[in-house]
């Protein structure tokens, strides 16, 4: 069964820093892997997507990375600012089961002005 | 551009009670979705639907049906609300021509208590 974890579980950072999250999966046999972010009480907005064959994704200040072999993934984001606050889920869609999204339980940021 | 919408947004139902969750999304996608949100467990999928027509359960079917009405909607039904059902329930939908390379578009939530 495929795990997902995120680390850390919350972030905060001052306005400016550039920052990494990191997120990984324990079966390396996926689709993509997705991150989203997630404001308080909304639903989740697709950041970056990135597919199995690929190794990074960029838009604008954010790069996403894919390394399937170990089974990890970075999210980063550049310059940090404070609207850049959110919830930012890691999930995989794994082989096989091809509609379904496993997700991490998020790392909450916080960037302080 | 509405994208997924849902609704209700708030509901509080008492144990044994029954209700419908509705969802719609405007964006032609043929797969749609529904997950539930619980405090430090992310997400889990509950029920999808690849195309009209067609369902299939996820990780936490239990408790749940759902209904394909069309291409636009799909809904998820609680028969007989458990406190255990307790959770914010997500909607979100895909282009699913292309298996397994499109994001998922996701409703803003419906947050649900069952006392």
């Known amino acids: 069964k495929q795990e997902v974890t995120q680390i850390p579980a919350a972030l905060s950072v001052p306005e400016g820093e550039n920052l990494v999250l990191n997120c990984s999966f324990t079966?390396?046999?996926?689709?993509?892997l997705q991150w989203f972010r997630q404001d308080p009480g909304k639903g989740l907005t697709s950041l970056l997507l990135?597919?199995?064959?690929?190794r990074e994704q960029t838009s604008g200040r954010l790069n996403a990375s894919l390394d399937k072999s170990s089974g990890r993934s970075t999210l980063y984001i550049a310059a940090s600012q404070p609207g850049d606050s959110a919830t930012y889920l890691c999930?995989?869609?794994?082989?096989?089961?091809?509609?379904?999204?496993?997700f991490g339980s998020g790392t909450q940021l916080t960037v302080l002005p | 551009n509405a994208g997924v919408t849902q609704t209700p947004k708030f509901q509080v139902l008492k144990t044994g009670q029954s209700m419908t969750l509705q969802c719609a999304q405007d964006?032609?996608?043929?797969?749609m979705y529904w997950y539930r949100q619980d405090p430090g467990m992310g997400l889990r999928l509950i029920y999808y639907?690849?195309?009209?027509?067609?369902?299939d359960k996820g990780e936490v079917p239990n408790g749940y049906n759902v209904s394909r009405l069309n291409k636009r909607e799909f809904s998820l039904r609680l028969e007989s609300a458990a406190p255990s059902q307790t959770s914010v329930y997500f909607c979100?939908?895909?282009?699913?021509?292309?298996?397994?390379?499109?994001?998922?578009?996701f409703g803003d939530g419906t947050r649900l208590s069952i006392l």
């Open positions: 979100a939908s895909s282009d699913g021509r292309t298996a397994g390379n499109q994001p998922q578009h």
């Open positions: 079966d390396s046999a996926i689709y993509n």
């Open positions: 990135i597919q199995s064959s690929q």
């Open positions: 999930a995989v869609q794994t082989s096989g089961s091809a509609r379904q999204l496993t």
């Open positions: 964006m032609n996608h043929n797969s």
């Open positions: 639907s690849a195309s009209e027509g067609t369902t």
